[in-house]
């Protein structure tokens, strides 16, 4: 009789626990979430009550067609992770083997901006309509690049976590629902003073440090598309950048600045891993790039070192 119960039981509601237990944990799920219930609504389209099996997982991960092979491994992969899950209490799940579409994740060459391609860019956003969106993208494009935050945690910053008196920012409930402090050269804060009294000029009772026209939080998307603008100026040895690339950026001009100075860069890395927010030193080695600089400091210590 429990069998029978457990056979009506649809994948939606399945996935659903499973979002809601995850959850739970500190686990936010966002866009992976949506594909998982996409997945059920497909499974339960197809009458499949029972447990997942290979052929199912296959036909939804591979859609659509025309989507590149990483974007379909990457649907297998979330897929392969709630049937792991699945298969504790539904013994005849069938878990998709590691890798079966290939690697789900890749990483996208990161383009490490010189200081004058910044300051060009810092530039170029005095050309954008809108006083307040000009001031906003400039100050937020020196932001990114002076601190390496992530843009989801600069945009989230809301007026009470700029504390531009001791210079340091609190990053709240970041990812992994982390929260830390980030200190601010004192180059960074004037700009940062300047632009809260033309917001405040405007918009006094905005809750949100970084504010659009309306006064309301500045998006994702509307800090990318004025990016976009923006960078339309300059000129590039390979593809576009994007506004994520300050991250890389700042990671490796850090590491830089400690290569030349006579303690180098032994033993920082988990400083400057934390002050980026990160779980595990190994996050922070995503971020670094063999830039000529970095590798022409390395050859000298190494040069050094062999004498």
């Not at 649809?10 to 949506?34: D, H, I, N, W």
Request: aromatic share 8%; proline share 4%; glycine share 6%.
């Amino acid at each position: 009789m429990a069998g029978v119960t457990a056979m009506k039981v649809t994948m939606t509601s399945r996935v659903r626990a499973y979002l809601a237990q995850r959850r739970a944990l500190g686990f936010k799920l966002k866009s992976e979430g949506l594909l998982l219930l996409d997945f059920a609504r497909f499974a339960d389209k197809c009458h499949r009550l029972g447990p997942i099996d290979l052929k199912l997982t296959l036909r939804w991960a591979t859609k659509p067609k025309s989507c590149d092979r990483l974007y379909h491994a990457r649907r297998l992969e979330i897929v392969r992770t709630f049937a792991k899950h699945l298969a504790v209490e539904e013994p005849r799940t069938v878990v998709p083997p590691r890798h079966l579409l290939g690697p789900a994740h890749r990483r996208a060459e990161p383009y490490i901006y010189s200081n004058r391609q910044i300051q060009q860019l810092m530039r170029n956003a005095g050309d954008l309509g809108g006083l307040l969106r000009r001031h906003t993208t400039r100050t937020l494009i020196g932001l990114l690049a002076s601190t390496g935050l992530r843009i989801s945690e600069a945009l989230k910053l809301q007026k009470g976590d700029v504390d531009l008196d001791t210079g340091v920012i609190t990053v709240r409930e970041s990812k992994y629902r982390k929260t830390r402090f980030v200190p601010l050269h004192r180059t960074t804060v004037r700009p940062l003073q300047a632009y809260a009294r033309r917001r405040d000029e405007l918009w006094p009772l905005a809750d949100s440090f970084f504010v659009s026209v309306r006064g309301t939080r500045w998006s994702c998307g509307a800090a990318r598309g004025a990016f976009n603008q923006i960078r339309q100026g300059l000129l590039f040895t390979r593809r576009a950048p994007r506004l994520h690339d300050l991250r890389h950026t700042f990671t490796c001009r850090v590491l830089l600045q400690w290569q030349r100075t006579s303690v180098g860069a032994v033993g920082r890395v988990p400083i400057l891993s934390r002050y980026l927010g990160h779980t595990h030193v190994t996050d922070t080695f995503w971020y670094l790039t063999g830039i000529p600089e970095l590798l022409a400091e390395a050859a000298k210590r190494s040069e050094r070192l062999s004498r």
